[in-house]
C-alpha cells in the first residue's frame, strides 16, 4: 500500500510538471491570457458607502452598475446603456467616458472619440437626465473636455480652440472666447509639450460654486512647426502640429478667469511676457481664490501665486527653488477650513508632507525620515487624517501609512511586501485596497477605516492557477555595488531549472529616465511574461537595474544627473553588466541590453560607451540626439543647448556611433509624435556614414505605444528573433 502511495504521488507530481509548457508570444501578445482582473472605472458615490463601475452587456450598451462597498452586492443600474439607446433610437450605445453631476441626477457621456495626441481626444457629449432618459446633446459637432459646473446646470467644452459654456437649464450656448485658431491660439485646452511633459489636458477650472471659469490662453503662433506624414492615400497626409524643441520658442501662456454670469473675462498679471511656465491652475476652497504655479524656463524656480477676484491682486504664497530643478506639484491640498492647506515638498532632500497656511507660512512638518513620500490617497478632513504611500520600507516597495495633520499618529497599515495602494469611499470610513507583486497579480480586499478585513473583492486566484500551467522562473529582489561604490537595486528572473554550474546569455532590461523605476516589487504585465519567455523557453537571465538618477531614493540620487542626461546612469548600466558577467553562471562574451524610450536611449550609449561588456542592444523608440526632443522635459534636466552644449553632445548616440561594435537592431513607428521618427533616420544615417552594420523595423503611422492589432506581436516577434540570433 506504502508503495502505491509513492508511485501515485510521483504520478502526479510528474504529471504536474508534465502539464506546465513554455510561454509563447500569442499567449502575451494575441490571446490575453496575461492579464488578471483589475477593478476600473471606480467612482465613488455621495451617500459614502456605495461606488460605480462601468461595465458592458452582450449587446454593446454601456452600463454603470452601482455596488455596495461591505457587501459587494448591485444596488442597480446607475446609467443604463440600453435604455438611452433605445431613447436615442441606436442598436446599441458605448460611451467611452460617463461624469455624475453633483447631486447623480446627471450624467455626462462621451462616446466616438477620436484620440488627437497621448492624453487628449475629442468626442460627441450628451447629457442624460438619469430620472426619466432624456437627453440632450451638448453641442452638434465633437467636443473636448466638456464637464459638469458643481451646480450641475452646466456644461464648459471646448471646441476648435475656443471654450464654450452650454446652459443646461436655458438651452442655451455662450461661446466665452471667439479667437481659437489651429495652431495659433488656444483657449481652455493646452498645446502639446504641456499635455507631454506636464501631464495635462483640460486646460480650465471652475470655481467651487460655478460663478467663475479660469482658462489658459495659449499663443502658439512662433513656435515652430513639426510636420509629421501619415501614410495609406495615394499622397500621404501630413499632420502639422507645433512642437517646442531644446532652445527653442515657447507658447505665450495667459490665465484669464471668466465671471460666468456676464461672461467677463480678465487676463491675470503674470508675467506671461517673460519665458516661463504656468503648469498648474487650481482654485482654493474659497470661491474668488486661483491657485496658480508659475515656474522660469529652466525650471529651479517654483512659486504659488494666488489671484484673488475681490482684491483683484496676485500674491506669492509659496516659492520654492533647487540648484538643479523641480518638479510640478500636484500635491496641494486645500482645507476646507479655507486658511490651510497639505504640501508636498523636497526641500528636505526627501518627498515629505508639510502643514502650511494658504497665505504661504509653514506651520509645520507632518511627515519626516529619509525616504520619500510617493502618493497622497486620501485626506479626513474629520478625522484629521492623511493616507499616503511611501518608500519607506524599500525603494522597491510602497507600503500604505495613516498619519494625524499634526504628524503625531503615524501608522503603518500593510505588512505583505510588494506594492500597495487604495481608493477610498467618499466618506473615508471604507478602502478598497489593492495589493500587487510580479507573480501573484493584484489583491483587491475591501476594508475599514482601522484596517480590518470586509471582504474579498477579487482574489485572482483564477489568474494565478492558470500560471500554474506554464513555465516561469522565479524573480529575486537585490541590490549590487558599482565599481564607485554605489548600491543598486535590481531584479532578476532566472530559468526555473538554472544550474548554477553553466553558462547563461543575460538580456539587461533599461528605462534609467530622471524619477523613473523598473525595479518595483509590483505586477509588470506584459513584458515580465516575455523576459519569463526568455528565460524559460531559451534558457537566457534577464535582468533591470536601477542606475543613479532613477526614483525613490530622495533628490540627490535623483537629481545628480543633471546637465549630464546619460553619463551617470550609462556609467551604472555597464557597470552593473561587468558585475553581473563576472558571475559564474553568465557567459560574459553574450551581454545584451533592450530599452523603450528613454530606455531605447540608454541601450544605444551603452552599446558604444560599453563596447567591451555589451555585444548587443535593441532601442524601440529611442532618441538619439537631445537637440530633437521638446524644451520642457529636455531643458529640466539639461539646460537649454545654448547653456550646456557639451551636456548635450557628450552624451547623444548619435555622437558615438563610430564605437558601435555589437549587433545593433533599430525600431520606431514614423507617426510618433512625442520622441520623433528624426531620432532613428538620423541614428541610421550615421550608422551608414561609419560603415556600421545595423538591423532596423518602422511600423507605418504607429506612434510613440507603436500598438494597435497585432503590431505589438509582430514588434515582439521581431525582438526574440534578434536576440536569439545575436545574443
Known amino acids: 500500500m506504502r508503495k502505491i502511495l509513492i508511485l501515485t504521488t510521483l504520478f502526479f507530481t510528474l504529471f504536474g510538471f508534465a502539464q506546465q509548457r513554455d510561454i509563447e508570444l500569442t499567449d502575451i501578445w494575441a490571446s490575453g491570457t496575461f492579464y488578471p482582473k483589475t477593478i476600473s472605472g471606480f467612482v465613488n458615490l455621495n451617500d459614502g458607502k456605495t461606488y460605480c463601475i462601468k461595465k458592458s452587456d452582450q449587446k454593446g450598451n454601456s452600463l454603470v452598475e452601482k455596488l455596495d462597498y461591505s457587501t459587494g452586492e448591485s444596488k442597480g443600474l446607475v446609467i443604463d446603456g440600453a435604455r438611452l439607446a433605445t431613447a436615442m433610437k441606436l442598436e446599441a450605445f458605448n460611451f467611452s467616458t460617463f461624469e455624475l453631476s453633483a447631486d447623480e441626477s446627471k450624467a455626462l457621456l462621451q462616446f466616438n472619440a477620436e484620440s488627437i495626441y497621448r492624453h487628449s481626444f475629442r468626442a460627441n457629449a450628451v447629457v442624460v437626465n438619469l430620472s426619466d432618459y432624456s437627453y ?100 500621404p497626409y501630413q499632420e502639422r502640429y507645433k512642437y517646442p524643441k531644446a532652445g527653442e520658442a515657447n507658447s505665450v501662456v495667459n490665465v484669464v478667469v471668466c465671471k460666468v454670469k456676464n461672461n467677463r473675462g480678465k487676463t491675470l498679471e503674470l508675467g506671461s511676457e517673460n519665458d516661463q511656465y504656468l503648469p498648474r491652475i487650481k482654485w482654493t476652497k474659497n470661491l474668488t481664490v486661483l491657485s496658480i504655479q508659475r515656474m522660469n524656463r529652466l525650471q529651479n524656480k517654483w512659486e504659488m501665486l494666488l489671484a484673488d477676484m475681490d482684491e483683484k491682486e496676485v500674491k506669492l504664497s509659496l516659492e520654492e527653488t533647487d540648484e538643479r530643478y523641480l518638479d510640478v506639484n500636484d500635491d496641494i491640498y486645500f482645507l476646507s477650513d479655507k486658511e490651510h492647506m497639505i504640501v508636498m515638498s523636497e526641500a528636505s532632500g526627501y518627498r515629505q508632507l508639510y502643514f502650511h497656511k494658504v497665505a504661504g507660512p509653514q506651520v509645520f512638518p507632518i511627515t519626516k525620515g529619509s525616504w520619500d513620500v510617493d502618493q497622497v490617497l486620501a485626506i479626513d478632513e474629520k478625522n484629521e487624517l492623511i493616507y499616503f504611500t511611501s518608500a519607506e520600507v524599500s525603494p522597491v516597495e510602497r507600503h500604505i501609512y495613516s498619519i494625524k495633520f499634526d504628524g503625531s499618529g503615524k501608522r503603518k497599515l500593510t505588512s505583505e511586501p510588494g506594492w500597495h495602494t487604495a481608493d477610498f469611499s467618499a466618506d473615508k470610513s471604507l478602502i478598497l485596497h489593492k495589493h500587487g507583486t510580479p507573480e501573484q497579480g493584484y489583491i483587491y480586499t475591501m476594508r475599514n477605516a482601522d484596517w480590518t478585513v470586509v471582504r474579498m473583492v477579487e482574489d485572482n486566484k483564477e489568474f494565478r492557477d492558470n500560471l500554474k500551467g506554464f513555465k516561469l522562473g522565479d524573480i529575486t529582489f537585490n541590490s549590487l555595488e558599482t565599481e564607485r561604490g554605489d548600491k543598486l537595486n535590481y531584479w532578476m528572473i532566472r530559468p526555473k531549472d538554472f544550474n548554477p554550474n553553466k553558462e547563461y546569455p543575460l538580456l539587461m532590461f533599461v528605462y534609467g529616465g530622471p524619477g523613473s523605476q523598473t525595479v518595483k516589487m509590483d505586477f509588470m504585465y506584459s513584458n515580465y511574461f516575455w523576459h519569463q519567455m526568455l528565460a524559460n523557453k531559451h534558457n537566457y537571465i534577464v535582468v533591470s537595474v536601477d542606475n543613479r538618477g532613477t526614483g525613490a531614493r530622495g533628490s540627490s540620487f535623483k537629481k545628480m544627473t543633471y546637465k549630464q542626461l546619460g553619463k551617470y546612469e550609462t556609467e551604472d548600466q555597464i557597470s552593473a553588466a561587468k558585475y553581473f558577467a563576472a558571475q559564474p553562471y553568465i557567459d560574459k562574451n553574450r551581454v545584451g541590453i533592450w530599452g523603450w524610450s528613454y530606455g531605447g536611449y540608454m541601450s544605444s550609449l551603452c552599446l558604444a560607451k560599453g563596447n567591451d561588456v555589451f555585444s548587443t542592444a535593441i532601442a524601440v523608440a529611442p532618441v538619439s540626439n537631445w537637440r530633437y526632443y521638446d524644451n520642457i522635459y529636455t531643458e529640466r534636466y539639461m539646460q537649454r543647448p545654448q547653456d550646456n552644449a557639451e551636456g548635450y553632445d557628450n552624451n547623444s548616440p548619435i555622437n558615438f556611433v563610430k564605437d558601435i561594435k555589437g549587433k545593433y537592431l533599430i525600431v520606431h513607428g514614423t507617426g510618433d509624435d512625442n520622441v520623433h521618427f528624426q531620432n532613428s533616420v538620423m541614428m541610421v544615417d550615421e550608422l551608414i556614414k561609419h560603415n556600421i552594420p545595423f538591423d532596423s523595423e518602422y511600423y507605418p503611422n504607429r506612434n510613440h505605444g507603436i500598438y494597435g492589432g497585432s503590431t505589438r506581436l509582430h514588434l515582439y516577434n521581431k525582438m526574440t528573433s534578434f536576440i536569439l540570433e545575436n545574443l
Open 136 to 235: 440632450s446633446m451638448v453641442d452638434d459637432d465633437k467636443v473636448r473636455y466638456p464637464t459638469f459646473d458643481p451646480t450641475g446646470t452646466k456644461v464648459a467644452f471646448v471646441k476648435n480652440n475656443d471654450l464654450y459654456i452650454r446652459d443646461l437649464v436655458k438651452s442655451k450656448t455662450t461661446r466665452v472666447t471667439k479667437d481659437g485658431e489651429k495652431n495659433a491660439i488656444i483657449n481652455g485646452a493646452v498645446d502639446w509639450v504641456y499635455e507631454e511633459e506636464f501631464s495635462m489636458s483640460r486646460g480650465y477650472e471652475w470655481n467651487v460654486d460655478g460663478t467663475y471659469i479660469a482658462f489658459y490662453k495659449f499663443d502658439e503662433s512662433e513656435v515652430k512647426e513639426w510636420v509629421m506624414p501619415i501614410y495609406g492615400d495615394l499622397y
